[in-house]
């Protein structure tokens, strides 16, 4: 009996003390070309273990007990380079690529260093207001539930424009004047709820299983970089495992998951990753949980397939889709009607899709090629109508958006030596559009045709930068983009620099500058105008690109080893801003939020976005983090009455604070997270309302002259989240809560008078919003 006792216990200390392991494996590519670097050694510190890159410059470490891990990668002639807090879960094996730049100087006496930061941007021509993001940043910050641009607004400069949605406020811009590039290829919104020529919506389509880390720009872009104002997503995608099948399943409130990836064959080193999601909410509805008069519904795909080749180069297939509606059915008995927007049926859709090739090649020892074809779809409408006494529906608004784009693109990356290297490229975009709008000014008034046209345009892009490094620690870019618009032949020629100096081992020092231009949202070139003799002419035809100065200047301080100050002050001119054609008008398009403009316009207006930008950063160590942001800047535009005002996103002051700290058990086999986020921010800019006015019209009338000169009470959100992570043998499980806007602030969005019940009425953002998803990976 005591002998197995004896076993039992010896049994149970030896499970208890028993480590998950999994593998760590990846590549070492160069900065430039991304050839493979064999040779190469790859050390993880504190465990004594080294190995070196074979001759497609792949490393791999087995059995690693779970847990975080710092990887040292070196090779004569280049930069030390340093990955911190790798991640090994048992669920799935962690692979890696790692770019290391080469040494402009390679004496004895020259040794660099790695630098632990963890943000540098992923595209080295991104000298100053750029920052690379990990796919963990999208799942661990609280409330970002794996959005990009969710997470984005925890970052200097940046704030969520509704609580309701995901579009952003970057520097006092507009949400429409953001950029998305995938593998190199520029995209529609991949948001589903989206609008025409916004950036956000209301959901992410993209997927956290296919992201891979990716850059973030906020202002003077690199010159590969065009049509966008404000800034730039430039998302990178994962390759699947090109050796194992590996599965991860998902189901939360914002949908139910199933991602798979996996080699083709054991002999073929190609893979495929794919990620499909389906709606709770629908589910939900379809089994009678959720009534039917406000459903909302909406699925995706996205994937991702790696087709390397011997001797023809690297192929990849990639895309994603989206499908989202909502449908709003009034009431059956119509006895409990009590206002007008009771009687209203609408339905919105929006569904988008995109699937690209790519194409990579080396040609020689100095040249890659990269090349792609992309095919876009989206198509978005709005259909509204009112139900009158008897029952019968009378049509209110109509309103639909549908292109179609093909693009193909080219770039040159040509290394001339250690010091020089050119990269240029091309873009050519065809499109096809069909846009159809009928609305009234008011309630009341007769329908008007605003929009009815179908046809074709084109957009051609091209650049050429060059990055010249006089010394290891500086580094000088210059490029010039190109954009033309065929629809009107208006085009824009924009020279972009830039510098970095690393000063010492703590700091640094960038400067910045750029033109920058953007081509309206296509549907506002074909707003109709009625002439009295009853001609029907398009007064935006030929409406010119927006364009804009960036100047930015840049300072970061290293502190400690973990943590790091930056400065940055930045100032933004922005001209040819299309303006209502009234000289006593206030209209802008730097005011848009949601709508397209259909009024007549004209390019005489401008704005002033300026500020600066202070962040203190404790980037993971010990498993705890910490960023604290300071933003204060003035937002201004001038309209056709040629006075400067306030715009709408002009807040004047962001204060940000995120913060998280996992607790590990002494296995490393459970972790149990805390992240909060809090942001605390001046309001947006509104435009008051006459009531008397209102009164005597029936609907809202603003104070005209007096254009977003009332600011709303300043916004504060509190966002919470907690997770608990197990690894078992080959799997891993994650279940976690967020809870945005922790203390149900109710955060004032808007105004608009009430003539039902005669007075003016406030909007508010949305409320506390929890978040549950359980996550199991094998």
């Given at each position: ?13 030896l ?23 064999a ?79 963890k ?12 920052r ?30 509704d ?24 995209i ?28 973030f ?131 919105f ?13 080396l ?81 009341d ?48 020629a ?42 029907v ?6 409406l010119?690109l927006?364009k ?17 100050l ?120 509104t ?40 690894n ?36 508010y ?14």
């Amino acid at each position: 009996m005591k002998m197995k006792l004896f076993l039992a216990l010896s049994l149970f200390s030896l499970s208890a003390q028993a480590q998950f392991r999994q593998q760590i494996r990846g590549i070492v590519v160069d900065q430039v070309l991304q050839k493979p670097m064999a040779g190469a050694t790859v050390s993880i510190p504190g465990t004594h273990q080294s190995v070196i890159t074979d001759i497609d410059g792949v490393f791999r470490f087995k059995e690693m007990p779970v847990g975080s891990y710092r990887i040292t990668i070196t090779y004569s002639g280049f930069k030390e380079a340093m990955l911190d807090n790798i991640i090994v879960n048992s669920g799935k094996e962690t692979v890696l690529t790692v770019q290391l730049e080469a040494l402009v100087k390679t004496e004895s006496e020259v040794i660099i260093k790695a630098n632990s930061k963890k943000n540098k941007p992923l595209n080295d021509m991104s000298a100053v207001s750029a920052r690379a993001f990990t796919v963990e940043e999208t799942q661990r910050y609280a409330a970002a539930v794996n959005d990009p641009l969710r997470m984005a607004a925890a970052f200097p400069g940046v704030m969520a424009n509704d609580d309701g949605n995901n579009n952003i406020v970057i520097r006092g811009n507009s949400p429409t004047g953001l950029l998305w590039r995938m593998e190199g290829v520029d995209i529609p919104s991949p948001n589903h709820f989206s609008q025409p020529g916004l950036s956000g919506g209301g959901i992410s389509i993209l997927s956290s299983q296919l992201l891979s880390n990716s850059d973030f720009v906020t202002a003077a872009f690199a010159a590969e970089y065009g049509n966008a104002l404000s800034g730039v997503f430039d998302i990178k995608l994962r390759k699947g495992n090109n050796e194992k099948r590996e599965y991860s399943l998902q189901a939360g409130v914002l949908g139910l998951n199933a991602a798979m990836e996996g080699p083709f064959s054991k002999k073929y080193k190609g893979s495929y990753l794919i990620n499909y999601r389906y709606s709770t909410l629908t589910l939900l509805n379809k089994i009678g949980v959720l009534p039917d008069d406000n459903v909302t519904n909406f699925q995706d795909l996205s994937y991702n397939i790696y087709l390397p080749t011997s001797k023809l180069g690297t192929f990849t297939l990639f895309g994603f889709g989206g499908l989202s509606d909502q449908d709003f059915n009034p009431d059956k008995d119509s006895s409990r009607w009590e206002a007008k927007s009771d009687r209203y049926v609408s339905r919105f859709i929006s569904n988008t899709g995109m699937s690209g090739l790519t194409h990579s090649i080396l040609a020689g020892k100095k040249l890659k090629i990269n090349s792609a074809i992309g095919i876009s779809y989206t198509k978005l409408g709005y259909d509204e109508d009112y139900t009158e006494d008897d029952l019968s529906l009378s049509t209110s608004y109509i309103d639909k958006y549908n292109t179609r784009k093909l693009s193909f693109s080219t770039t040159a990356n040509y290394k001339f030596s250690n010091r020089l290297h050119l990269r240029a490229g091309f873009i050519n975009t065809q499109i096809h559009y069909k846009f159809y709008r009928l609305s009234s000014e008011h309630e009341d008034d007769p329908l008007e045709e605003k929009l009815n046209t179908s046809g074709n345009t084109s957009t051609q892009q091209a650049f050429a930068q060059w990055q010249y490094k006089p010394a290891n620690e500086v580094t000088l870019n210059a490029g010039l983009h190109y954009l033309r618009l065929s629809h009107n032949n208006t085009s824009s020629a924009e020279p972009r620099l830039s510098a970095r100096w690393n000063i010492n081992n703590r700091s640094s020092i960038g400067v910045g500058y750029g033109l920058h231009s953007q081509i309206q949202t296509l549907n506002v070139y074909f707003a109709q105008q009625q002439l009295p003799n009853d001609d029907v002419v398009l007064p935006n035809k030929n409406l010119d690109l927006t364009k804009s100065h960036h100047y930015v200047l840049s300072f970061s301080y290293r502190l400690a080893k973990n943590m790091q100050l930056k400065t940055e002050v930045y100032y933004q001119r922005l001209f040819n801003v299309p303006v209502a054609t009234h000289d006593s008008s206030t209209l802008s398009t730097l005011n848009v939020e949601y709508e397209y403009v259909t009024d007549p316009l004209v390019n005489k207006g401008k704005g002033r976005n300026y500020g600066a930008e202070i962040s203190l950063e404790r980037y993971l160590h010990n498993n705890f983090y910490l960023t604290l942001s300071n933003s204060v800047y003035q937002s201004k535009y001038t309209a056709a009455d040629g006075v400067e005002r306030n715009t709408r996103f002009n807040g004047n002051y962001i204060v940000t604070f995120i913060t998280g700290k996992d607790f590990v058990n002494e296995r490393k086999s459970k972790t149990i997270g805390v992240n909060i986020k809090t942001i605390c921010a001046g309001g947006l800019r509104t435009t008051p309302i006459d009531l008397a006015a209102s009164r005597q019209a029936g609907y809202t009338v603003f104070k005209e002259k007096e254009a977003y000169s009332f600011q709303n009470p300043a916004y504060f959100r509190a966002d919470l989240r907690v997770s608990m992570k197990w690894n078992r043998k080959h799997v891993t499980s994650t279940l976690s809560l967020d809870i945005q806007n922790l203390t149900n602030r109710l955060n004032i969005f808007n105004q608009y008078y009430d003539d039902e019940k005669d007075k003016i009425t406030t909007m508010y953002q949305t409320g506390l919003i929890p978040i549950l998803n359980y996550k199991i990976e094998f």
